[in-house]
């Protein structure tokens, strides 16, 4: 399942998004090989470069205006709590994310928790976070300037149907969804990913975290 909404963003929108994201600090490099660490297929065969920041510091006319159309995709109430990220796929490393789902399964003891030495409380809580409900995909980069680089969903059929997006394009889509991004042939591919939850369960685990004393400085 998937929608498409064509130029959703104006150009001085998206200048804003890149400007908040791409200056917030260094890019990050993201690569991963097969299941990964996590159960699921979120860390499928992806290579790319990543920035990050708080959604807060996005104008909230913009993130009312992605809000409004995830609704209208699949009408719920829903919430931000991951950093809005952008991904650049470059052509001189062939920067892909191969066919994957975004929806993970927390519930499990993270190999970070264990560096950490936290107690076995906060490795509960941070593992029962809510999963991934709704997956945004926004282009920033016009289509005619990288080759490769295809965009493409599970329309229901198993089958990976590509999808042209052009700066300002998003597609919203369920994150149990498969999808992928082909090899970047030439130039590069920036893309802003926003990941949603349900509000319900936000606020249930967002209680849970305070009543085991654990900030809330992300959410």
Do not use: C
């Amino acid at each position: 399942m998937y929608k498409v909404f064509r130029e959703l963003f104006d150009e001085t929108e998206l200048i804003t998004i890149e400007g908040l994201i791409i200056p917030s600090g260094r890019w990050i490099n993201s690569q991963s090989i097969s299941s990964g660490a996590l159960k699921g297929d979120a860390y499928g065969d992806r290579v790319s470069l990543t920035n990050s920041t708080h959604p807060n510091r996005i104008p909230i006319e913009i993130r009312d205006k992605l809000m409004k159309a995830v609704v209208e995709t699949v009408p719920d109430e829903y919430a931000f709590i991951e950093p809005w990220a952008i991904n650049r796929y470059k052509a001189e490393n062939k920067g892909h994310f191969y066919w994957h789902r975004d929806r993970l399964d927390y519930f499990q003891l993270l190999k970070v928790d264990m560096d950490r030495n936290i107690s076995e409380e906060e490795i509960f809580v941070n593992n029962t976070r809510p999963q991934r409900e709704m997956s945004v995909s926004v282009a920033l980069t016009d289509r005619s300037e990288y080759n490769g680089g295809q965009f493409s969903v599970d329309n229901g059929d198993k089958r990976q149907t590509p999808i042209d997006l052009d700066r300002g394009d998003v597609a919203i889509f369920d994150s149990d969804t498969y999808h992928g991004v082909d090899d970047v042939t030439e130039g590069y591919r920036d893309a802003l990913i926003v990941w949603l939850v349900h509000a319900d369960k936000f606020e249930f685990w967002k209680d849970i975290r305070e009543e085991a004393g654990m900030q809330n400085e992300w959410l």
